[in-house]
């Protein structure tokens, strides 16, 4: 994992590389180059972990210097691919999957794109064509970004905003109108085929041992060791597990705890499972004093505001891990791939509904009680107004913006507001579920990815995604949603074939992902915090929020009746966590970086 820039057209590009680069020393601090030639530069910060020689460096080129390129992430079917490639004749100079990425285009251009089993974002220079291009991986894992200004004939990419920010050297930017619409709405921006196969539940159980372990061993691909991240939930045990059963020495899991218990204690699950597993643990210890302290750095790490206020966990986690290794697994991706969210449940409720009130009956029997809250939600949404048919969490509606924005944002909004995305999705999916599967990896996990990647290149981390392997994506496909939600149970097939695995008490344990105090916190110690942020004479939510509404909106969630109930409280959180990440980039945008963000006309 590193961070590539580039820039094409200007008689300074390679200059603009090198500001690109000092932006991203974080993603690599193993190495930098830079290649250049007149009107082109490509640039790159190493995180050395696959060839750790002076033969990984980047950008790398072919030997006759015709081809060159600059490559983020790992390509983890890269031995076949070389082996395939040295049997027509490519002569390798090193021993980094990077180099796969020239071999394989020059036999089978274009069409190696998707020749590519990994996480990867990479810049391809082909200069006999005189043509760059710019690749990524199927889901976006690993995000890349451009910048063209076509009145200059400059196009810049890099791995982060910040990095053009730097390139493009304009002291003043605009905010997208409609970007900042589809954040208020769904704390993300918005931006397949598929087969059912007619197998058993047996066969679908066995199939997804055989594929994870495989893919598990793909991503343990490394020269340096490799850690797990671990919690109480099946996604992150399971790729624990299997990467204890594969490699030699035991992988360090890393896990964070929080100084309340209940609901917002993960570490006792993530001790259970190291324990059976054997695997040693750290566990780091996150305060409120550090949210004070660290949501800034959260903020600037991002690039931008992001959702979910897991962010902060994460990030603190990740500075911790990032001290002892180079290389974690995570979990992500397993529930939007094998219905492991509430609602996926939707859809089997809508076919149920179709066929028989007995099969229905016997569906809801299965539910837990923990699900019915978010269960209740979106069967309220569905039957509400145009932006809460989605499937999708709704921070503030469209008539909530309405009436919260100051006149010139509600109507520069208002005039480029679209949904189409989503829209497209509800259009092509021939079943809800597949509207819902849709929406969940081509929406919600894409912002989650890029979430994951920033907070963990901010402390040179890299972070790999198991359950996101290709061909664990195709088997996901090729499974019908009966068979995902098996007997009632969310993603049942992960947890049969966790059952031989795991021990039996973390069977018994909800589902939490991960959930952050933050409520308590800025109930309690943090209380003059939000105010201060929300509602102070120098907060720059006054450029777009109107002052009553802002106030309101402080005070009301600090007295709110629903700071007792965990479950009605989220929705009302994250829109804090929304507000106060806007008022942090719009702050840092001046005061770190030196630009003024206005709304676009």
Not at 37 to 45: F, Q, V
Not at 317 to 332: D, Q
Not at 421 to 435: C, D, F, K, V
Not at 450 to 455: A, C, F, G, S
Request: with cysteine.
């Amino acid at each position: 994992m590193c961070g590539i820039c580039g820039c094409a057209g200007p008689a300074d590009s390679a200059a603009r590389v090198k500001a690109m680069l000092g932006r991203m020393t974080h993603r690599g601090p193993d190495d930098e180059g830079l290649w250049s030639s007149p009107g082109l530069a490509l640039g790159h910060r190493r995180l050395a972990i696959v060839d750790l020689s002076p033969g990984g460096h980047q950008p790398m080129t072919t030997a006759d210097g015709s081809l060159v390129a600059v490559v983020n992430g790992e390509i983890y079917n890269y031995p076949a691919l070389r082996a395939a490639l040295e049997e027509h004749g490519a002569r390798f100079r090193s021993n980094s999957d990077s180099e796969v990425v020239l071999h394989a285009y020059r036999r089978d251009g274009v069409g190696s794109f998707s020749e590519l089993n990994g996480m990867f974002a990479y810049g391809l220079w082909d200069g006999a064509a005189q043509k760059l291009f710019l690749v990524r991986d199927r889901l976006g894992i690993k995000p890349v970004y451009y910048w063209h200004d076509p009145e200059r004939s400059i196009f810049c990419f890099a791995s982060e905003i910040k990095a053009l920010l730097a390139a493009a050297g304009q002291r003043r930017w605009q905010i997208d109108a409609q970007g900042l619409g589809q954040y208020l709405t769904y704390q993300n921006t918005l931006h397949d085929r598929t087969l059912f196969a007619q197998i058993s539940f047996e066969d679908a159980v066995e199939r997804f041992r055989k594929t994870f372990s495989e893919s598990v061993g793909r991503h343990l691909m490394s020269d340096v060791p490799v850690a797990c991240y671990l919690s109480s939930g099946f996604d992150s045990t399971m790729v624990t597990s299997e990467a204890a059963r594969s490699l030699a020495e035991r992988p360090k899991a890393f896990t964070g705890h929080f100084d309340r218990k209940g609901w917002y204690d993960e570490a006792r699950g993530a001790r259970l499972v190291a324990a059976h597993l054997d695997v040693p643990i750290r566990e780091i210890a996150i305060t409120a004093d550090d949210f004070e302290r660290q949501f800034d750095m959260v903020i600037r790490a991002l690039d931008e505001p992001r959702m979910g206020m897991g962010a902060f966990s994460q990030f603190m986690v990740a500075k911790a891990t990032a001290g002892e290794r180079k290389v974690i697994l995570t979990g992500h991706g397993g529930d939007e791939l094998f219905s492991g969210y509430p609602v996926f449940k939707m859809a089997l409720f809508e076919k149920r509904l179709r066929e028989s009130a007995s099969k229905l009956v016997a569906e809801l029997r299965s539910l837990r009680a923990s699900e019915l809250p978010h269960l209740a939600y979106f069967a309220m949404q569905s039957a509400a107004s145009a932006e809460r048919r989605f499937f999708l969490p709704v921070l503030f509606s469209f008539a909530q913006q309405n009436a919260a924005l100051q006149p010139g944002v509600q109507e520069a909004i208002a005039a480029s507001r679209s949904i189409e995305p989503l829209q497209a999705i509800a259009g092509e999916a021939r079943s809800a579920y597949e509207r819902i599967l849709l929406t969940y990896l081509k929406v919600y996990l894409p912002g989650l990815l890029v979430v994951e990647d920033k907070i963990s290149m901010a402390h040179s981390l890299e972070a790999r995604t198991p359950f996101l392997d290709n061909e664990m994506v195709e088997l996901s496909l090729a499974i019908p949603d009966e068979m995902k939600l098996f007997d009632g149970e969310l993603k049942a097939i992960v947890k049969w074939a966790a059952r031989d695995v795991l021990p039996r008490e973390l069977f018994a344990m909800p589902k939490r992902g991960f959930p952050t105090p933050l409520a308590a916190w800025l109930r309690g110690r943090l209380e003059d915090w939000p105010r201060q942020r929300l509602c102070g004479g120098d907060s720059r939510l006054l450029r777009i929020f109107r002052p009553e509404f802002l106030r309101n909106a402080a005070e009301s969630y600090l007295r709110s009746w629903r700071r007792n109930v965990r479950q009605l409280d989220e929705i009302a959180t994250h829109r804090m966590w929304m507000l106060l990440s806007l008022e942090s980039w719009l702050r840092q945008s001046e005061e770190v970086y030196g630009v003024t963000l206005e709304l676009a006309a």
